[in-house]
């Protein structure tokens, strides 16, 4: 079975500042991809990043990026130039492949709380 | 371009009872699957639907069903409800014929908060 390891249960920034929020995972399928969500108090999942096993290169968007070390078996997410409105929990996650391999289902780590402070 | 939408936002039970839970895919999208997120928790998968049938369940009892019907839209219903029920339940949709990784991403909706007491 496939897991999500997020080490970091919170994470304090300042303004403007860059951060990483930790991820390890683990999976002996050569095929997967990977996600970071952030769900703000309201409890809404907010898709921001995704990263596939095969890609060469690492995943950005916007402010995300995506540090992806395959050997390692992380993938790391990096917020650049933090905003209040970053304060939230993040979850990383992997899709599994369930018997029907066409179906997929996320696993998720347990999250870790970000608060980024004026 | 429309969103996931569940409803109701908040519900509250009280133990031996039934509910029923209600979400609406992303436009374009045809699959649906259900999440349990207990407090402190990350997401724990229920089961997914596509094409109005169940196509594969994570590690919850029976009292858990659902049902997705012909515009893609699905409920989940809960019988004789108990303490630990009580979670915020998400629902995620996405395309099964999507041809790339980033394509197959599933969605999700505000959730259903749900307490029994």
């Known amino acids: 079975a496939q897991k999500i390891t997020q080490t970091q249960p919170g994470m304090f920034v300042q303004e403007k500042e860059a951060v990483t929020l930790d991820c390890t995972y683990d999976?002996?399928?050569?095929?997967?991809?990977l996600f970071w969500y952030k769900q703000p108090s309201s409890g809404e999942m907010i898709f921001l990043i995704y990263q596939g096993s095969y890609d060469q290169q690492n995943a950005t968007e916007g402010r995300y990026s995506l540090n992806f070390q395959k050997a390692r078996k992380s993938a790391n997410l990096v917020i650049s130039a933090s905003q209040l409105g970053d304060s939230a929990m993040y979850f990383c996650?992997?899709?599994?492949?369930?018997?029907?391999?066409?179906?997929?289902?996320?696993?998720f780590g347990t999250g870790t709380r970000l608060l980024v402070s004026p | 371009d429309a969103g996931v939408t569940q409803s109701p936002t908040h519900l509250i039970k009280t133990r031996g009872q039934q509910v029923t839970l209600r979400c609406s895919p992303k436009?374009?999208?045809?699959?649906v699957s259900w999440y349990q997120q207990a407090l402190g928790q990350g997401p724990q998968f229920i089961f997914q639907y596509y094409e109005e049938e169940e196509r594969q369940r994570g590690n919850f009892p029976d009292r858990f069903s659902g049902h997705q019907y012909p515009n893609y839209s699905s409920e989940l219903n809960v019988n004789a409800l108990l303490l630990g029920d009580s979670a915020l339940y998400l629902c995620a949709s996405n395309l099964f014929g999507a041809t790339t990784g980033e394509e197959k991403t599933q969605y999700f909706g505000p959730g259903t908060r749900l307490l029994v007491l």
């Open positions: 436009s374009g999208h045809d699959t």
């Open positions: 996650a992997m899709r599994e492949r369930g018997m029907n391999t066409g179906f997929q289902k996320l696993v």
């Open positions: 999976t002996s399928d050569p095929s997967y991809g």
